[in-house]
């Protein structure tokens, strides 16, 4: 997937690692960037670093927050554009993927996968609990 995208995106100038952090925005503008660290899933001094990479290039920008010391993101047009460039190719990819599979077959995927991230989740939450545990 990622070389899928790199090579479909080489003209932007970004590789794949950003474009999680462009998707976020695009369901959900105006968010803090604790709350996107969060969202990603990666560390704040890696989040930190993207970010102002892709505010540098344009494609995100900072506002003040209710709170005047919070910022909080936004996509800037040229934000907007390249995801919707994104999810057009997302789109492709599993059109790829899932070429050849009935209606029904897709479906009972989505189910077993779904059972699969909430078991997941829980074994995740659960290894943070014993390690809270340890660390008492």
Known sequence: FHAFMNARM????????YFPY?????FKQGIPMAELTRQVHFDKSNTSRLV???????YIRYEAGEDKRQKVLFLSDKGLELAGKI???????RERLFR????????KMQHIMATVL???GEALKEQNLDKEAQDD
């Not at 990479?53 to 344009?58: A, D, I, S």
């Not at 050849?100 to 479906?107: M, R, S």
């Open 10 to 17: 080489k003209d932007c100038g970004l590789s794949s690692m």
């Open 22 to 26: 462009i998707k976020i925005l695009s």
């Open 52 to 58: 102002s990479e892709l505010c540098e290039q344009g």
């Open 87 to 93: 999810m057009e190719l997302e789109g492709e990819w």
């Open 100 to 107: 050849g599979l009935t209606q029904e077959e897709l479906i």
């Open 118 to 120: 909430t078991n997941a």
